[in-house]
């Protein structure tokens, strides 16, 4: 036999070669995906989101084929190592931390190859074992093994900074590449053992591999001495391996099994934390009276025990009507002591044991409820809501699967939607009024679906109408904000055309006059009959040859005509905008003064501005003016924006309009939740209002990235998908650490 490190090299060559030519075909299939639902995407936002994800795999698809073909030269010096390092059996296991669909994309992934490539992959398990010279290496360890792509996949995706569902999708179409040449590499991988020498009479099995076959629904729970089904491994990627569901062809998973998936593989961590003793979670399934002559090992004679399903709603109930459960996890771990006096007083069964479901049951509505009461971007007077219909959930959850994994079930519907409302309406009356909705759910359950069904379409229908009135008080503030930059915009145009026709004029009154007579004519014109109308063409008119009469070098090139014709249309102008016939006579004495000192300015340069009167109305609109342009500086004002707040502005303008925000209000910690209503780039301003739309808040968008960077300013990024689904997703994240 040929040194085994060569050998090594040799078959990763091979297995390099077809792994390389499946990853390149995945790529190419997630981007031409993305860029299809790019072309097809139904909003600006959502195109550009998509074209941003297929630029970003499209750019570091060498990088990633460089690190997966470095990782895969690595694997067979990496599992020896491993398998060295400790007498136990070594499975490989996903990266920490992994995000919960990746998990699942992977163990689709996993399953499928495993299937696929089940006769030449049998093979390659038992020349592995002898290659290595070690029995622990098996097919869930062993170098390109489907266990290994999936590690290796896990690791070289990690650092990539790429979107979870690029992610997702980029393993997907792997998974599609790899299904039909897999056992092919692993035939060529087996030719080059046995030229090597290694078992080269080696036969395969004729029966196919065996998948681990659904339990079956049990109509009554067993004792608690029935222990649940718990894989021998310690390491978490093994609890992800055995979530694929049993078939001979594994198909992408629906939401309702991957959350039945999610919610079993909970139940067996919990499973797991009750043998090795771990409390952090809370799960307790072993007795709980604790007290008793029989010692807490030793079994109660009879064996019938277990508490059953009619004797645990009537203890519920009996206990919900004497002092009420509230929602949180502290009380269901007391509740199940209660549970169990209940019943023993109930029954005469005086060794009364919750089953296994209903155990877990309560510790997972625990889980969810811990995740709520944690949850800042909720509101804390929801938890009244949820008290109200605690016990009729836990009901729902103990007797009904699908509560868990179906998020059409109407129970997690009405739930859900608490949990949205106190997000979106945090802070508000909205959130006590939803009480009602859910105490008529309480009264109305009797153990079937329609109580929640009519509460849900009760709360639905006041929400719908709650949020139409929220819309209606706020397009009215977008409206005004957006009439107000239409004229903000046409004064600022109507400025600079003025500067330039006033650039040479050397008295102040005549710009004065021009500046606040004419511009409001002006402003007003373009907004009624546009820049080409003759109205406005007359108003420019009357505006050159008052910055004429006010230039000594352009005074004399007037005509007398001229002169007449500006002040008739000057004094027609103030008369229309309303100003006093006394302020009109002023400003006509004061141009006749100007006339004067010009024609004698014309003979002899004068050394003293004309004397002029005082005209109220223009002589407050220039100091008023004056002071606007003399008040106190901002921030933004003061100081360029650097970097990460030039990097936020643009984030801003592509945040959709509804988007929530929570502004910090003192120091208390307080905050005042708003919702995104508009904003500008032309003004560069944004506007929002209160969540039921009737206070405005506006600022600048320099000021809002300052405010963001300094997190004075923080979106609230609400969970797509439901609210239960993603917490979990955080459980069950959190206890794969603690079993880790």
Not at 93 to 119: K, N, P
Not at 267 to 278: D, E, H, M, W, Y
Not at 558 to 587: V, Y
Not at 703 to 726: E, F, H, P, T
Request: include cysteine.
């Amino acid at each position: 036999m040929m040194n085994r490190n060569q050998l090594f090299k040799e078959l990763v060559v091979i297995f390099d070669k077809h792994f390389q030519e499946s990853l390149s075909e995945a790529i190419k299939l997630t981007l031409n995906k993305l860029f299809s639902l790019a072309q097809n995407a139904d909003s600006n936002q959502k195109e550009q989101v998509l074209f941003n994800q297929y630029r970003d795999l499209k750019e570091q698809e060498k990088r990633l084929r460089q690190e997966v073909r470095e990782k895969t030269q690595q694997m067979p010096d990496f599992i020896s190592s491993e398998v060295n390092k400790s007498d136990d059996k070594m499975s490989l296991a996903l990266v920490e931390d992994e995000e919960l669909s990746i998990s699942l994309s992977l163990t689709q992934l996993d399953s499928t190859l495993e299937i696929a490539g089940h006769t030449q992959l049998y093979l390659l398990e038992k020349r592995m074992n002898v290659l290595f010279g070690d029995e622990r290496i098996d097919k869930t360890n062993m170098p390109f093994s489907p266990a290994a792509i999936v590690w290796l996949m896990s690791h070289t995706l990690k650092p990539m900074n790429w979107s979870e569902s690029v992610k997702t999708k980029l393993i997907e179409a792997l998974q599609k590449s790899l299904h039909g040449r897999i056992s092919e590499v692993y035939k060529q991988i087996n030719d080059q053992l046995i030229a090597a020498g290694i078992l080269p009479n080696l036969q395969p099995e004729l029966k196919t591999p065996q998948t681990r076959k659904p339990e079956k629904k049990k109509v009554e729970e067993t004792t608690h001495q029935q222990k649940p089904d718990v894989e021998k491994s310690d390491k978490p990627f093994d609890q992800a391996r055995n979530m694929t569901p049993s078939g001979s062809q594994p198909t992408p998973l629906d939401a309702v099994q991957q959350e039945q998936q999610l919610v079993n593989s909970i139940f067996k961590l919990l499973a797991r934390q009750q043998q090795s003793q771990t409390q952090d979670y809370r799960p307790d399934y072993e007795t709980d009276t604790q007290n008793n002559d029989f010692g807490q090992n030793q079994a109660p004679p009879g064996g019938h025990n277990v508490v059953s399903g009619n004797d645990f709603e009537t203890a519920l109930s009996q206990l919900e009507h004497d002092a009420g459960i509230l929602a949180n996890s502290r009380n269901l771990t007391d509740l199940k002591r209660l549970l169990t006096d209940r019943v023993r007083n109930n029954t005469g069964n005086y060794y009364p044991e919750l089953s296994e479901r209903q155990h877990k049951t309560i510790d997972l509505m625990g889980m969810i409820y811990d995740e709520i009461h944690e949850d800042k971007r909720i509101d804390k007077d929801i938890r009244s809501s949820l008290n109200a219909i605690n016990v009729p959930l836990i009901k729902t959850a103990v007797k009904d699967d699908s509560f868990f994994s179906d998020q059409s079930h109407p129970a997690r519907q009405f739930m859900e939607l608490l949990l949205q409302t106190s997000q979106r309406w945090y802070g508000t009356d909205v959130i006590k009024q939803v009480h009602r909705f859910s105490d008529h759910a309480a009264k109305d359950f009797d153990g079937s679906r329609e109580g929640f069904v009519k509460a849900l379409k009760d709360l639905s229908e006041f929400l719908e109408v709650t949020e139409n009135r929220a819309k209606k008080a706020e397009q009215k503030w977008v409206s005004a904000a957006q009439g107000k930059e239409k004229m903000q915009v046409t004064k600022d145009k109507v400025n600079d055309k003025l500067d330039a026709i006033l650039k040479d004029c050397e008295v102040k009154f005549v710009k004065d006059v021009v500046k606040h007579v004419c511009k409001d004519a002006l402003t007003l014109t373009m907004l009624r009959e546009g820049e080409g109308s003759e109205q406005w063409q007359a108003n420019i008119k009357t505006a050159e040859v008052l910055s004429q009469i006010g230039n000594r070098a352009k005074f004399k090139q007037l005509t007398g005509a001229q002169k007449l014709a500006a002040m008739r249309h000057l004094d027609e102008t103030m008369d229309e905008l309303g100003f006093s016939k006394r302020d009109r006579i002023t400003t006509k004495d004061n141009l006749h003064a100007c006339f004067r000192w010009q024609e004698a300015n014309q003979k002899q340069t004068q050394s003293t501005p004309p004397t002029l009167k005082k005209v109220q109305s223009v002589d407050k609109a220039s100091k008023e003016q004056s002071q606007t342009t003399e008040s106190a500086k901002k921030i933004e004002e003061i100081r360029s924006l650097n970097d990460r707040e030039k990097k936020l502005v643009e984030q801003i303008i592509q945040i959709p309009y509804g988007s929530l925000f929570d502004f910090k209000a003192g120091q208390g910690g307080d905050v005042i939740r708003r919702k995104l209503s508009w904003v500008s780039t032309l003004s560069e301003r944004v506007l929002f209002v209160d969540l039921a739309g009737r206070h405005p808040h506006k600022m600048g968008l320099a000021r809002m990235a300052i405010d963001m960077s300094r997190n004075n300013i923080v979106q609230v990024k609400l969970d797509s998908g439901g609210y239960i689904k993603k917490a979990l997703g955080r459980i069950m994240n959190r206890l794969k650490k603690m079993a880790a």
